[in-house]
């Protein structure tokens, strides 16, 4: 009798807002929220100064952005809900690690290496072993932030190895 009382509790479902996947999206799109309404005091910059875009034009798009990408994992997790685990797998930890590493390459060598050691370290720890695609996410990942960036937004990348090749020839 205590067995069949058992069951019937687990198979009674929790209310959404009690999930860990509500919650962790309702945080996300308060913060985002938050944010995204703290953008429209950003103060406008004159034609004659402004490179590129707006200074609030970007993290409007990024939060934005933010919202929607969460709002689709979301709607995902109703379809394939998330695993339970007891512990975080060791590339977790190493992704963290990673992006320590990218702040001292950034901060010493150059910001464009930086993305490239961290696209191709990344893709690595999480299953990609194949070396000709480690070293197409190297090359283009870092090339297409670095046009994005440079071209499309009009800024410039901190001065570093490979960057002073670019600006200075």
């Not at 996300?28 to 995204?36: A, D, E, F, K, M």
């Not at 990024?62 to 709002?71: E, G, N, R, S």
């Not at 001292?104 to 690595?124: E, G, M, Q, R």
Request: proline share 5%.
């Amino acid at each position: 009798m205590n067995n069949v009382r058992n069951k019937k509790r687990a198979n009674k479902s929790l209310p959404f807002f009690f999930k860990d996947e509500f919650k962790v999206f309702s945080i996300i799109i308060i913060v985002s929220t938050i944010l995204l309404i703290s953008t429209f005091s950003f103060d406008t910059v004159p034609p004659i100064l402004n490179r590129g875009i707006q200074p609030a034009t970007f993290p409007k798009g990024l939060l934005v952005l933010i919202i929607v990408l969460t709002t689709l994992i979301y709607y995902l997790s109703f379809k394939k809900p998330w695993k339970k685990e007891k512990k975080l797998p060791k590339n977790f930890f190493l992704t963290l690690l990673s992006f320590i590493f990218f702040i001292i390459i950034s901060k010493t060598l150059d910001f464009f290496l930086a993305i490239s050691v961290l696209s191709v370290f990344v893709s690595y720890n999480w299953g990609e072993k194949r070396f000709f695609y480690l070293l197409l996410v190297g090359i283009i990942f870092p090339f297409i932030v670095f046009v994005f960036f440079e071209m499309i937004l009009g800024l410039r990348f901190p001065q570093g190895i490979i960057t002073n090749l670019y600006y200075y020839y």
